[in-house]
Nanobody, 123 residues
Framework: QLQLVESGGGLVEPGGSLRLSCAASGSTFRTSNIGWFRQAPGKEREGISCISSEGMTNYADSVRGRFTISKSNAKNTVYLQMHSLKPEDTADYYC?????????????????WGQGTQVTVSS
């Protein structure tokens, strides 16, 4: 079983940056594909990025070029570095295990939601 805990959210001005962390516990982290999702008020949760167990990445069009996903197997942590933040990036951000194989991840939820971290982009 994989347990995930997000952190790093906060209030940032438009154009600013934040780095989110998704800390994992459990023996399956190194063989798991992990994704980041977000849910804005009144909208459905959407998958925005994922990283396969071998480090291959995938991004939604809405964040490609601004967000970077990475992982540290030594720290059992997946990161989401966010640059050039826009007000429309305001949402609750979650990590979870996603489907795929070790060389290709899908931004589709599989299991193990974290509790989320809130990101607000506002001046």
């Amino acid at each position: 079983q994989l347990q995930l805990v997000e952190s790093g959210g906060g209030l940032v001005e438009p154009g600013g940056s934040l780095r989110l962390s998704c800390a994992a516990s459990g023996s399956t982290f190194r063989t798991s594909n992990i994704g980041w999702f977000r849910q804005a008020p009144g909208k459905e949760r959407e998958g925005i990025s994922c990283i396969s167990s071998e480090g291959m990445t995938n991004y939604a069009d809405s964040v490609r070029g601004r967000f970077t996903i990475s992982k540290s197997n030594a720290k059992n942590t997946v990161y989401l570095q966010m640059h050039s933040l826009k007000p429309e990036d305001t949402a609750d951000y979650y990590c979870a295990r996603v489907s795929g194989n070790k060389y290709s991840c899908s931004r589709e939820y599989q299991d193990s939601w974290g509790q989320g971290t809130q990101v607000t982009v506002s001046s």
